[in-house]
Nanobody, 125 residues
Framework: VQLQASGGGLVQAGGSLRLSCAVS????????AGWFRQAPGKERDFVAA????????YYADSVQGRFTISRDNAENTVYLQMTNLKPEDTAVYYC???????????????????WGKGTQVTVSS
C-alpha cells in the first residue's frame, strides 16, 4: 500500500494550495481518507476526513470554511483544497486511509490504517 502526497510548498498568507494524495495497493472505494498535519514541536492533528464515497466530510474547527476535502475514486486520489491560508497552517501534511467496511467515517477517522509520507506547507506572513 502506498499513499503519495504532493502539492505542498511556500505560499503567502491569504493564498491557496491544493494537496493531492495518490493511493495504490488497496481498494480505495472501500476506504475513508483523511488529512492530518504536524507543526514543528507539536503533535499530529486531524485536519479533515471524507468517507468512502465522498458523501460525508468532517473538518477541524481551525480549517472549517477554508479547507475542502474531496476524492476521485476513479483516480484513487484524495485532495485537500486550502484557501485563505494562515501562518498557523504551516506544517507537514499527511494523508491517510482507513478501511470503512461496515463502519461509519466517525469510527475510523482518528484511527487510520495506512499513512503516506508528508508534504510540507509553509505559509509566510
Amino acid at each position: 500500500v502506498q499513499l503519495q502526497a504532493s502539492g505542498g510548498g511556500l505560499v503567502q498568507a491569504g493564498g491557496s494550495l491544493r494537496l493531492s494524495c495518490a493511493v495504490s495497493g488497496l481498494r480505495f472505494s472501500f476506504y475513508g481518507a483523511g488529512w492530518f498535519r504536524q507543526a514543528p514541536g507539536k503533535e499530529r492533528d486531524f485536519v479533515a476526513a471524507i468517507n468512502f464515497d465522498g458523501g460525508t466530510t468532517y473538518y477541524a474547527d481551525s480549517v472549517q470554511g477554508r479547507f475542502t476535502i474531496s476524492r476521485d475514486n476513479a483516480e484513487n486520489t484524495v485532495y485537500l483544497q486550502m484557501t485563505n491560508l494562515k501562518p498557523e497552517d504551516t506544517a507537514v501534511y499527511y494523508c491517510a486511509a482507513a478501511n470503512q467496511e461496515g463502519k461509519r467515517l466517525r469510527e475510523v477517522m482518528y484511527d487510520m490504517d495506512f499513512w503516506g509520507k508528508g508534504t510540507q506547507v509553509t505559509v509566510s506572513s
